[in-house]
Antibody, heavy 116, light 107 residues
């Protein structure tokens, strides 16, 4: 069974930092590109960041560029998102996603709330 | 950045009816477009990739068409479990943007 389990969400003050993790199982993690997608409360989906299978190339939405860093550890089957300088508008459920051209797996998400 | 515009915002239909959802891109994405279904409290689920290919396990009542800038998701006969929000996503250019969603609600 494919499983993507996010962790690390929670309440943080504006300007603070959080590190999200996504532990993968049930598929060959190192063969899948990975990404983070977020959804603000009551809103639509927003693509945040992606990383290639080897981790050598990363991509970011303009809204998070320079503040968020995506990384992966293929020896641990784990994806990360380091989030710095957090803003109220970063409040959302953050989903971890693993994908190829034909397959697509999502975690259940972790809630990040940025508030004082 | 490629902007995807979905229409209508809400579609009110009854079970057994046909649903037609539209997604228009601000520039050509060739056939690099996917459709997702999301139910309340759940993660999105891939329905269609490459504009018209059904993902594994997706019923045949779901079909996708289009290329370039205009795409359509059709649900031939709505089942009760199909009432949800549907998103398109372009996979052509970075960032891989999503449309704002179409809610299919029960009439």
């Amino acid at each position: 069974e494919v499983l993507l389990l996010e962790s690390g969400g929670g309440l943080v003050q504006p300007g603070g930092s959080l590190r999200l993790s996504c532990a993968a199982s049930g598929f060959t993690f190192s063969s899948y590109a990975m990404s983070w997608v977020r959804q603000a409360p009551g809103k639509g989906l927003e693509w945040v960041s992606a990383i290639t299978t080897s981790g050598d190339i990363t991509f970011y939405a303009d809204s998070v560029k320079g503040r968020f860093t995506i990384s992966r550890d293929n020896s641990k089957d784990t994806l990360y998102l380091q989030m710095n300088s957090l803003r109220a508008e970063d409040t959302a459920v953050y989903y971890c996603r693993g994908y190829t051209s034909t397959r697509d797996y999502w975690g259940q998400g972790t809630l990040v709330t940025v508030s004082s | 950045e490629i902007v995807l515009t979905q229409s209508p915002a809400t579609l009110s239909l009854s079970p057994g009816e046909r649903a037609t959802l539209s997604c228009r891109a601000s520039q050509s994405v060739s056939s690099h477009l996917a459709w997702y279904q999301q139910k309340p409290g759940q993660a999105p689920r891939l329905l269609i990739y490459d504009a018209s290919d059904r993902a594994t396990g997706i019923p045949a009542r779901f079909s996708g068409s289009g290329s370039g800038t205009d795409f359509t998701l059709t649900i031939s006969s709505l089942e009760p479990e199909d009432f949800a929000v549907y998103y398109c996503q372009q996979r052509s250019n970075w960032p891989k943007t999503f449309g704002q969603g179409t809610k299919v609600e029960m009439k």
